[in-house]
């Protein structure tokens, strides 16, 4: 299976010039661990609640602070053919939740985490059982 297969389309992203308040109360959300800032389908990075907690420390002020201007531009990405067994090892040496699928530049799509365990763990077959778990 690969990350085509499985990517969840139109993410929720927010365009570089909106408000860093913005991403804040996306941040809010017990559920969101980060925000994509994209213009259009090109990604231009990604928001994170540090990166928030940060601007306050420094006194910048989150209404008047573009999302741009906090976004990291190093942000984990894979393709939609990379295998979703190779992607989701990505996921978990980085601690991700979900990741940026990308080609050529464009946003595809996000691949999350959850979903995708849960969907591969239905189509797993079940284990074959212990010979003294067989019945006679």
Do not use: F, N, W, Y
């Amino acid at each position: 299976m690969i990350v085509r297969e499985a990517l969840v389309a139109d993410p929720r992203v927010l365009q570089p010039e909106a408000p860093a308040q913005a991403a804040a109360a996306l941040l809010a959300k017990p559920q969101v661990e980060s925000v994509l800032v994209a213009d259009g389908d090109r990604l231009h990075g990604c928001v994170t609640k540090e990166a928030i907690v940060a601007a306050v420390a420094q006194g910048r002020d989150l209404r008047a602070l573009a999302v741009r201007d906090l976004a990291d531009p190093d942000v984990a990405t894979v393709s939609p053919d990379t295998p979703l067994d190779e992607a989701l090892l990505l996921m978990a040496d980085r601690g991700l939740e979900r990741l940026p699928v990308v080609e050529d530049g464009r946003l595809l799509g996000v691949l999350p985490r959850e979903p995708v365990l849960r969907r591969l763990a239905e189509d797993e077959p079940p284990p074959e059982p212990d010979e003294d778990q067989q019945q006679v």
